[in-house]
């Protein structure tokens, strides 16, 4: 990948690659995880205590390849389970039914089953060797015959374990390859010697796509993406330009909801239904109820919180505030660390002036208040109900129920002063040129 962050910790739809493979597991009926790492030890315990809190994790010392990276785990597969998973940290993509899949093969009287794919360009993939149904062996590109290469199902690197022959059969691995490394897929070989029934199940392509560079990263979250608009979509969810919508791991968005062009959501996003959420719009940590309208070119920010029928209209940022119901923010406004009460209007230009440089302070607007354009709230401060406060106002005091609050200096005006104010110029300007 060349980063110094770990490889299986890049993210994709905003969450660590290896997260996706972990709720994979659990979405396929997995209970317990076991975490094998090596590079970047410290990096991977601090993620995973946010994506898979109650792992057993492992270290494996010296890379002495994917066999001895599975018997780090021994301790975990000792416990007596029934079926061991053993999957990668770099394949995002891996779908539960595919796990499901290998598993229902060791229901079926497998001691190993392994998940393959099929490709049309098999060339530099582990090629799967069956008869008559029966998984013989997995041979390396470089190790196969002539009439081997021309085999198109190939190894995806995933299988499913027996738990009463795991350990029996991943120490029977040896290490007399030119390597001197051992091979997970050598416990193929090793079963059918043992008379065990060895078999293997078909994945898609997508399914089992590894990630080793940041291209490869990049065509990850574009099927992630796709498998994402496609979901919504079919969950009653209208995508004006599917292809421009980007959405994180846990974004949820009720039916009727109407999402225009290049809109993206980062994490924590909840759209309740009939909502509609303009073009270039961007949301994160951001709660919005039914029948709200966000945008165009608006931001939701981390614990903005809108209610039933509230709007906030284009260049409007709302950062920790929730925005009552039928509230509205139309235009080019800041809203920070404030309630905004049910049915109040917030002009164009407003900004809610929450930090002094060491400290955040809120604002409390009851319901049904007016704040004119081109107005600042210095918080703390309240406005009450039906409270109307002028356009261009400094405010810097609380304001009554249903009173009107001025902020501002008086305007002077001086009639005929503009023209001696531009002669005064022109002249000041003639003389300077003279002089040069």
Known sequence: MKSAKPKVLHEIAGLPMVAHVVRAAAEAGGTDIALVIGHGADAMRKSASAFAPGANIYVQEQRLGTGHAVLAAREAMSRGYDDILVMFGDTPLVEASAL?????GLADGNAVTVVGFRTEHPAGYGRLIESDGVLQAIREDRDCTEEERKIQFCNAGLMAIAGSQALELLDKIGNTNAKGEYYLTDIVEIANAAGLKVGATEASFDSVLGVNSKV???AAEAVWQSRKRRAVMLAGVTLLAPETVFFSYDTEIGADTVIGQNVVFGPGVTIAGNAIIHAFSHLEGASVASHCEVGP?????PGADLRAKAKIGNFVEVKKAVIEEGAKANHFSYIGDARIGAGSNIGAGTIFCNYDGYGKFFTDIAENAFIGSNSSLVAPISIGAGAYVATGSV?????PEDALAFGRSRQTTLPGKAKQLRQR????????????
């Open 100 to 104: 499901a899949a290998a598993r229902q």
């Open 297 to 301: 070119y608006a931001r939701l920010r």
């Open 395 to 399: 405010v810097t005091e609380n304001v």
């Open 216 to 218: 490869e990263l990049a």
């Open 425 to 436: 110029r022109a002249d000041a300007a003639a003389k300077a040129k003279a002089q040069k």
